[in-house]
């Protein structure tokens, strides 16, 4: 991947997370790994306004080009991540409602549907609330995180991770549907949840069912 292609992944993901109802207004981040560090999103500005010079190359050392736009707050959560998952290319945070609700209640999405193992896991956990942009959210993300590809974060969002940024915005678009399920079935009692034995079948399943997105 170039420099220009991966800045003009994060604009396209921004506009998509947009678009499609998963994020609002200038919340929600993205990022690519690029060399020895990563591109990401600027700090406060709104989808319409984002242009590829504005993504910001933020290196391992937490260094930015002087002169470069203000990194998202939430850098060193994504920077986290890369650094600790060799596994992982892109990130998409956002504060999509359903999963927002649910991580506002501090509930993980249980095994409902099979869908819920492109988490990576039988269920997507939510990692411990500490304030926006700290250290500390990041560290509790990435360990809550512990080699899934997607988690609720505590009275915040949502993050997905994946190999690229097409699979990445694909995880967070399905937890969120499954999010909006699962609410929807806390209207009517609850849901039936599928069992252990069950869930590891569609988890080993999915291991080619990504490959395959992947392709
Ligand atoms: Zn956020």
């Known amino acids: 991947m170039t420099e220009d292609e991966a800045r003009q992944q994060l604009v396209d993901g921004m506009r998509a997370l947009d678009a499609r109802g998963l994020n609002r207004g200038t919340s929600g981040n993205l990022s690519v790994r690029f060399a020895s560090g990563?591109?990401?999103?600027?700090s406060g500005v709104t989808p319409d306004r984002l242009t590829s010079d504005l993504m910001v190359f933020v290196d391992s050392d937490g260094s930015v080009a002087p002169g470069a736009a203000r990194p998202s707050s939430e850098w060193q959560m994504h920077?986290?991540?890369?650094?600790?998952?060799?596994d992982v290319n892109a990130v998409v945070h956002c504060h999509a409602r359903h999963s927002t609700i649910l991580a506002c209640a501090h509930r993980?999405?249980?095994?409902?549907?099979?869908?819920?193992?492109?988490?990576?896991?039988?269920?997507?956990?939510?990692?411990?609330?500490?304030?926006?942009?700290?250290e500390e959210l990041a560290e509790g993300v990435v360990r809550t995180l512990d080699g899934r590809l997607a988690c609720l974060m505590a009275n915040?969002?949502?993050i997905a991770l994946g190999p690229n940024m097409p699979m990445a915005m694909a995880i967070a678009e399905e937890i969120e549907e499954q999010a909006a399920v699962y609410c929807g079935t806390l209207a009517i009692g609850g849901p039936k949840l599928l069992g252990d034995d069950e869930?590891?079948?569609i988890l080993k399943a999915f291991g080619r069912y990504g490959q395959r997105l992947n392709d």
Do not use: D, K
């Open 38 to 42: 990563m591109f990401v999103t600027p």
């Open 156 to 158: 915040h969002g949502l």
């Open 108 to 134: 993980e999405i249980p095994p409902l549907h099979y869908m819920v193992a492109v988490s990576g896991g039988a269920s997507v956990p939510v990692a411990p609330y500490a304030t926006f942009g700290s």
């Open 199 to 201: 869930m590891a079948r």
């Open 79 to 86: 920077m986290g991540i890369y650094q600790r998952r060799a």
